[in-house]
């Protein structure tokens, strides 16, 4: 199976920059996903990365590292309506479509 | 497109009842997925289903469990008999490809 790990919670000032950690642990690795969830919504879709290196998405960019398990969303110039859990997920194994999520990284955005 | 529909919003039932919640995919996309989100489990893949098909179901928690696609736009979850550790967020997401998946609004499930 996956482990998949990150961090529980965050806090981080307006303005500023936060990076936000995953590792993960697994087999047959096809591509790692990082969701972003506000409170009582749906998980929405951010970045997608296949490739080593780093995928550049306005404030949001995320780097993967496949040698070494690790992914990290980096989000700048913090907005207050960046407060949400942010979703590392590894798609591997079992099937091309199968993709297991971590427990997420609830970050909070303070003034 | 409306994005991923789900019904109902809200659920609350008690013990050993049937639950069924509804589920209908974006049009066009080939895979559909249920999944089941807790404060302690997080977000769990219970079961995905390709061209109708179901695909991988070793998520589902026990026999209490099923799901059923009978036509490309329409799938159902069903819950039977229902316990109060089955409470929980319920959500469906669609796909076409093996990139992003759109998740609907979610099914708050209640048990008592």
């Known amino acids: 199976g996956q482990n998949i790990d990150q961090p529980t919670e965050m806090t981080a000032t307006e303005g500023a920059i936060v990076q936000i950690n995953c590792t993960y642990q697994?087999?047959?690795?096809?591509?790692l996903f990082w969701y972003q969830q506000h409170a009582g919504e749906a998980p929405t879709f951010l970045s997608y990365?296949?490739?080593?290196g780093l995928e550049e998405k306005g404030r949001f960019s995320s780097f993967l590292s496949r040698s070494k398990g690790y992914s990290y969303l980096l989000l700048k110039e913090l907005q207050m309506k960046d407060s949400a859990s942010y979703l590392c997920?590894?798609?591997?194994?079992?099937?091309?479509?199968?993709?297991?999520f971590g427990t997420g990284t609830k970050l909070q955005v303070i003034p | 497109d409306a994005g991923v529909i789900q019904s109902p919003r809200h659920e609350v039932t008690e013990m050993g009842q049937e639950v069924t919640l509804r589920c209908k995919p974006i049009?066009?996309?080939?895979?559909l997925f249920w999944y089941r989100q807790t404060m302690m489990r997080g977000l769990e893949l219970l079961i995905y289903?390709?061209?109708?098909?179901?695909?991988?179901d070793s998520g589902m928690p026990e026999d209490r469990f099923s799901a059923k696609m009978p036509n490309a736009s329409f799938s159902t979850l069903k819950i039977q008999p229902s316990e109060p550790r089955d409470s929980a967020v319920y959500f469906c997401?669609?796909?076409?490809?093996?990139?992003?998946?759109?998740f609907g609004p979610g099914t708050r499930l209640t048990v008592l």
């Open positions: 997401a669609s796909s076409g490809g093996p990139r992003e998946q759109f």
């Open positions: 697994t087999s047959g690795f096809n591509g």
């Open positions: 990365n296949v490739l080593d």
């Open positions: 997920a590894v798609r591997a194994g079992g099937g091309y479509q199968k993709v297991t």
């Open positions: 049009s066009g996309h080939d895979y």
């Open positions: 289903f390709n061209n109708n098909v179901p695909i991988d």
